[in-house]
């Protein structure tokens, strides 16, 4: 058994916590929240109620996307009699959050990297959701933009695998609209307060998650998933959009053999709509 009044050996404790039910708090994590001898956390005020409903009393130590290079330097030279755990708010660091580079800076100095395993909201999302789960893409948040929200669909468009995306509440309506027009057909999920009272797991096509979620604005922390294409499944829209994504850096020969092999669609067909696209 572990002595918890031992102190830890000196090193960087990657440190997973509960997504929202604060019961999904793992015995190692609370064991080394206990005796690390401070904590990196992106929100003070967030880790501090975690800790305390814990009953552990620890340094905390602002550590996001705001922390300058200087300040992550002094950390990681801590690191070399200390024991120092990271958090996020919520679920596994490095997951969409900034904790790479402490990683890789404590790394680059020698410092030991522990991780321990723990609650993560896309594993999550993608369990209750129901989805094919053999392949699968996180791509953290869709971007704001519609341009660019648009092109990054467009990219993700030849691949059959299940894509799980952050999203915010109020631009969930945007991202299912753009769902809808690039990758049609598709079966989508909107997780929403995973573990906590309100959970929810919502399924349909985009447009019928659009109508639900105009008339019921949802609150809460979003994982939006969109499901794989069947193999009969590639419409002329998914085609456009495969072709315009590789026409910006192939020849037309080669980005119709690529998107013909992919949807299985006719290649004399998708040769003529490149030459279109070529010329628009």
């Known amino acids: 058994m572990t002595d918890d009044s031992a102190p830890l050996d000196p090193g960087l404790y990657i440190v997973a916590t509960p997504i929202g039910n604060l019961g999904d708090i793992t015995l190692r994590a609370i064991d080394i929240l206990t005796r690390c001898s401070g904590i990196a956390c992106e929100d003070t005020r967030v880790t501090q109620k975690l800790i305390r409903h814990l009953g552990i009393s620890k340094p905390l130590w602002r550590y996001n996307d705001h922390t300058d290079a200087n300040d992550r330097a002094r950390l990681v030279s801590s690191m070399r009699d200390r024991a120092v755990a990271l958090v996020s708010d919520a679920g596994m660091p490095l ?22 395993p723990g609650a993560t909201a896309p594993l999550t999302a993608l369990a209750l959701s129901g989805l094919p789960n053999d392949r699968f893409l996180f791509a953290g948040f869709l971007p704001a933009k519609d341009k660019a929200r648009r092109e990054a669909l467009e990219e993700f468009a030849m691949l059959r695998s299940t894509l799980i995306f952050f999203e915010t509440a109020p631009r969930l309506a945007k991202s299912l609209e753009a769902i809808g027009t690039i990758l049609p057909n598709r079966e989508v999920a909107v997780a929403r307060e995973l ?86």
Request: proline share 5%; net charge negative; with cysteine.
């Open 195 to 280: 573990t906590k009272f309100y959970e929810e797991c919502r399924s349909g096509t985009a447009a019928e998650l659009l109508d639900h979620y105009t008339t019921h604005p949802p609150k809460g922390e979003i994982v939006l998933l969109v499901g794989p294409p069947s193999e009969t499944q590639f419409s002329a829209e998914d085609a456009d959009a495969m072709l315009r994504q590789l026409l910006a850096t192939e020849k037309a020969s080669k980005a119709v053999a690529q998107v013909a092999k992919a949807t299985g669609l006719d290649r004399k067909l998708l040769y003529a709509r490149a030459v279109e696209m070529k010329n628009e």
């Open 95 to 116: 997951v969409s959050d900034p904790g790479y580079r402490l990683v890789n800076d404590a790394k680059d100095a020698g410092i030991t990297v522990t991780v321990l």
